[in-house]
């Protein structure tokens, strides 16, 4: 009887990808707990870190805001779009989402400090709502299965929000969704092709078989011109 080593499975490039993308999204998530655990093991306050407008103090938080919550419920109530949003973002965009995400970090912070009222910004709410603003808009431009599948994934669950980028309620910093918003709508203009276009809908081929048989016979109409010409010339 002959013994054997039994192959190890190996993983699809799809699993791999989601499983790379669900790690990612909760390295993320983890790391904002750790800070927030820090925070109340020290019985600190590290609001001071976040962005203040318009004040040199201010420019550290642009790095640390989003990493800082004011409480334990801002925290969860940020904890699952992250997730969500972050997943997506590496899932389906991955030759953009590294990009994509430190721009919004960054410009969104800095869209802050420059024209934000006078108070201490923090939370990771704005990546939220740059995140969501760019997957939405890259189903709208992309127009395929994927894309288009996760931008209404994205529709039902926080369409809802859009309304937090207008100043509704004066303890929330609608300015960090406004900035974050936008800056997701950018980038999603500047990564729109970045990234490999998965299968076409059937319509969608079909159309370009339609287009290919049209410059076929268009093609053979010239040929048959063409000697139809030379023809007469004899």
């Known amino acids: 009887m002959n013994d054997y080593a039994e192959q190890p499975k ?31 093991a020290l019985g600190l306050d590290f609001t001071s870190l976040g962005v203040l407008p318009r004040e040199t103090e201010g420019l550290k938080g642009i790095l640390l805001a989003p990493l800082i919550h004011s409480d334990y419920l801002h925290l969860f109530s940020n904890t699952l779009p992250l997730l969500i949003s972050v997943f997506f973002l590496f899932y389906a965009y991955p030759r953009s989402a590294a990009f994509v ?33 760019f997957l939405f808009c890259m189903g709208v431009l992309r127009k395929e299965k994927k894309s288009i599948g996760i931008a209404l994934i994205i529709v039902f669950l926080y369409g809802g929000t ?12 609608f300015e ?32 370009d078989e339609d287009e290919e048989q049209d410059e076929d016979e268009e093609q053979n109409e010239d040929e048959y011109d063409d000697d139809e010409n030379n023809f007469k010339d004899l």
């Open 101 to 133: 995400i430190i721009i919004i970090y960054f410009l969104s912070g800095a869209g802050v400090w420059f024209l934000g009222r006078d108070a201490y910004h923090i939370g990771a709410s704005g990546i939220i709502f740059g995140l969501i603003a």
């Open 176 to 207: 960090s969704h406004l900035f974050g918003f936008t800056t997701g709508v950018i980038c999603s203009l500047i990564f729109k092709n970045r990234d490999e276009y998965t299968e076409k809908y059937d319509w969608e081929e079909e159309e």
């Open 162 to 173: 859009i309304c937090g980028i207008l100043p509704t309620d004066p303890s929330v910093s």
């Open 10 to 40: 190996e993983f699809s490039p799809e699993k791999i990808k989601v499983i790379k993308s669900l790690i990612i999204s909760i390295v993320f998530v983890v790391i904002l707990y750790v800070v927030r655990i820090a925070e109340s």
